[in-house]
């Protein structure tokens, strides 16, 4: 069964960090590059990141360039995000998705992933 899990998140002030951690089951990361999106109330769910196999290629979206690092241990089929600087604008449910041969020219977009995990809520406090 395919299946993605997130971890890592929670309540943190701004200025702090966090990493999230996305455990991928069930498929090869080989096939498939993982992206990180984020969700808020009333909007549509915003790619954030993403990475190709081996973490040849990786991408950003601009207001968490600089800030945030994806990369991935393919040994254990686990991609992360580390998350520095955090502002409370970053305050979301944050979720990991897999598109096969995605990642080509930016993050992305959410309606292109296939296989999706069930979130991990961030909330940064002022």
């Known amino acids: 069964e395919v299946q993605l899990v997130e971890s890592g998140g929670g309540l943190v002030q701004a200025g702090g960090s966090l990493r999230l951690s996305c455990a991928a089951r069930g498929f090869s990361f080989d096939d498939y590059a993982i992206g990180w999106f984020r969700q808020v109330p009333g909007k549509d769910r915003e790619a954030i990141s993403c990475?190709?196999?081996?973490?040849?290629?990786?991408a950003y979206t601009d207001s968490v360039k600089g800030r945030f690092t994806i990369s991935s241990d393919n040994t254990k089929n686990t991609v992360y995000l580390q998350m520095k600087s955090l502002k409370p604008e970053d305050t979301a449910i944050y979720y990991c998705?897999?598109?096969?041969?995605?990642?080509?020219?930016?993050?992305?977009?959410?309606?292109?992933?296939?296989?999706w995990g069930q979130g991990t809520q961030v909330t940064v406090s002022s």
């Open positions: 998705a897999a598109e096969r041969f995605g990642c080509m020219n930016g993050p992305g977009h959410y309606y292109n992933y296939e296989y």
């Open positions: 990475i190709r196999s081996s973490g040849v290629w990786t």
